[in-house]
């Protein structure tokens, strides 16, 4: 037989080549699984960061909203205090006519009073 005269045992290698892709299928299968672990770590990973990007933009479109009332607000001051300056110049001009009145009035009764009567 041939096993017997060369020494060599036909079965017994395949039984090793077995064993050995047994191994390596073994190997193979926890790598998978390793590999699988990771990309279900990783897709939570990334839904957290989809989630934490969601909030952060939900506060930026609430800080906008808040910085356009803002604006809003200062175009409002803006217009009210140009008004009120115009409302002080127009005071300030009053004033003066009246200041101005009042002595055209006062340099005519020292006329009338003093002059008139000499």
């Not at 892709?21 to 790598?31: D, Y």
């Not at 808040?66 to 009120?84: G, I, P, T, V």
């Amino acid at each position: 037989m041939f096993n017997e005269t060369n020494g060599y045992d036909l079965e017994h290698h395949k039984r090793e080549v077995v064993r050995e892709a047994t191994a390596i299928l073994e190997r193979t299968g926890e790598s998978i699984a390793r590999s699988n672990q990771i990309a279900i770590e990783t897709e939570e990973i990334g839904n957290e960061m989809i989630s934490e990007l969601g909030e952060q933009r939900e506060s930026l479109l609430r800080t906008r909203g808040r910085l356009e009332d803002a604006n809003q607000q200062l175009d409002n001051a803006k217009y009210l205090l140009s008004k009120m300056g115009r409302n002080v110049i127009y005071n300030k001009l009053i004033l003066i006519l009246i200041i101005i009145l009042e002595t055209l009035i006062l340099i005519a009764v020292i006329y009338l009073r003093f002059f008139k009567n000499s």
